[in-house]
């Protein structure tokens, strides 16, 4: 059953855009609910610097990552998750974002 939480969670990141996904990596860096065995800080500031790039609106005003519901919806699922199926949910967001900004 939990196994099938992480393969539905991975399901939707994959279906979603890439300025969706560095929100997510973004959210998920930035939490205090996620045990995440990574540098939070340094992804912070590259996905937050590579959305930047990319979306204007996120560059030009303040964004309230509410706004976005499948975001809202994916962190939420990720903190329901051990600390172990987080850091698989992670390793797969960053690595689609690193792989498609290349």
């Known amino acids: 059953m939990e196994n099938n939480k992480v393969d539905n969670l991975l399901d939707i990141i994959g ?7 560095l929100r997510l990596a973004i959210r998920m860096s ?3 609910y996620t045990n ?8 912070y500031e590259y ?3 590579k959305l930047k ?5 996120y ?6 990552f509410n ?10 699922k990720i903190m329901e998750l051990s600390s172990e199926e987080q850091n698989q949910v992670t390793l797969y ?4 974002n690193f792989v498609e900004l290349l």
């Open 15 to 21: 279906g979603m855009d890439i300025r969706h996904r």
């Open 30 to 32: 930035d939490s205090c």
């Open 36 to 43: 995440l065995m990574y540098d939070k800080p340094k992804l």
């Open 47 to 49: 996905f937050d610097s």
């Open 53 to 57: 790039e990319i979306d204007e609106e």
């Open 59 to 64: 560059r030009t005003r303040v964004i309230n």
């Open 67 to 76: 706004k976005y519901k499948n975001v809202t919806y994916v962190m939420s």
């Open 93 to 96: 967001v960053y690595n689609t």
